[in-house]
């Protein structure tokens, strides 16, 4: 007995079909000179549909598929139609530049059906993500904790899958910037995807949603990032911004490929993250008036010493913050540029192109610069150059990747460094660290003891200066709650018990004492022990004492520097 399939039968019917209008479509492009496109094979540029109407795009059956500041890719289904002719013609006047393309009935139907996934969001240029509009706006009022994060994105994952996941996206970044995260981690695991937000330095769960609508999650975050959506196998970075009122802020995107698919990470750049004074970063007023005095000498390196994330950067541009003035010239070579500060000129770092921080160093001393920021010091080319910059007249202000202040003497040695020169040209080193600090609408006050209180007084004992203690007391500390008296959420802190982040300093400065021990190709301890006449305040010491103030914790201080034994 033969049996009949007709759902095969009509699937091989649609796809001959298929073929044949697509045939016909590239026949006529040929006849009319114009090339031919297949748009089902083809990414679509979800933005450039905002460029023309849904109803006057079908109205002329034509669509703008991609678009990349005024170029504007135009799908039509022929070039003779006076709807759509009409229709370039106006776009011609409004500044665009057209490219046409013929394509099939099916490929317009494609573009067309990708409206529904317009959302409040739209591009201003490419690569940039406006969400200025109210309703978004009101998205960033109605977030106050994690579970209201959760909340929207649960609400939205019940709607239609095409108007959802620009929606899902406006409220991940939404969210993010409303709780101050610096970071969007997007994981996908075996069974699903774990969405977390950085909060002051520490990853918190957000929820888990299905892998399906990753995928597609994954691919809009592509779009706006201008990555490529066909390639899974290698890592990509890319970047958008996203307007928000009057503040432009910069997302950089990152993509690993994984055993369950890409894990995706933006990273948050807002602006007012960095509009920190000086006075405010955490440091001690006695190391403050010695940074003050020496951010202001004409010439010098300063370096700032910390693992990724301790909030170098940030010090860094404090210090610009405090010195800068018409008078003077600043020039920045950084990798990425962070954040744009005005008045000063800012220069990234490519070294894939050739233009490494050694060779924008050399361009900068050519500009004639006052002032020069370096990124980072990382290789032996640029700490000889940013080292002779600091002899021949500029101040120099830069990044080491080293544990401590210490660490920055034997690191520029290693960097190959005359270390009679190093004693010359190096003003001051600073090793920093960021601690999480206690939310105070819900931090508990808890008695000083045991374990705890033999810690402080091991290291608070270290201190030779006995002014560091004057009016400190050591009877108690503070313990993150996260609730209210009456047992129901901390609305200050969305249950966390820390709010903000505050630096945590120490600082070595060259004096005769570190110059003879630099000579002896000196270790770390070699340096501490040279260093200790300065009486200046340890990484644990200065920690110790912002616990015993009340501004952190001591467990949150071990998460971060090594206070044991």
Known sequence: MISFDEDKQDERVKTLYKKEEEELASTLASRHGVPYLDLSAHPINIDALRVVKEGEARAAELAVFNATDKKIDVAVLSPKNEKALALIEDLKQRGYLPEIF??????????????????YSFETKSGA???????????????NTLADV?????????????YRISKILEIILAGAISLKASDIHLEP???????????????????????????????????????????????????????LAEVEIEVRTSLLPGPYGESVVLRILNPDAITVDLEKLGIHPKLLEILKSEIRKPNGLILTTGPTGSGKTTTLYAFLKKIYTPEIKVITIENPIEYHIEGIVQTQAEADKGYTFAEGLRSALRQDPDVIMVGEIRDDETAAVAVNAALTGHLVLSTLHTNNAAGAFPRLLDLGVNSKVISSALTITIAQRLVRTLCPACKKEMPL???????????LGEITDQTYLENVQREKVWAPVGKQGDGTLCLECSGLGYKGRIGVYEAILVDNEIEK?????????????????QKLLTLQQDGVLKVLNGVTTLDELDRVIDISV
């Open 189 to 243: 695991e075996d069974a699903d995807l774990r969405l977390r937000y950085r909060l002051d330095g520490v990853l918190t769960d957000i929820l888990h949603f299905d892998s399906e609508t990753f995928e597609l999650l994954l691919s809009r975050i592509k779009l706006v990032s201008e990555l490529k959506l066909n390639v899974k196998e290698k890592a990509q970075d890319g970047r958008f911004s996203i307007k």
């Open 449 to 459: 003891i045991d374990k705890a209180k033999a810690t402080v007084d091991r290291i």
């Open 517 to 533: 021990a630099v000579i002896t190709n000196p270790s770390e301890r070699d340096i501490r022990a040279a260093a200790k006449g």
């Open 150 to 162: 959760k909340t929207l994105i649960e609400g939205v994952l019940s709607l239609k899958r095409a």
């Open 129 to 143: 993500l406006d969400i200025s509009n109210d309703e978004i706006l009101e998205v960033t009022k109605k977030v």
């Open 102 to 119: 013929m394509v099939s009935h099916a490929s317009l139907e494609k573009v067309w059906e990708r409206y529904k996934d317009l959302s």
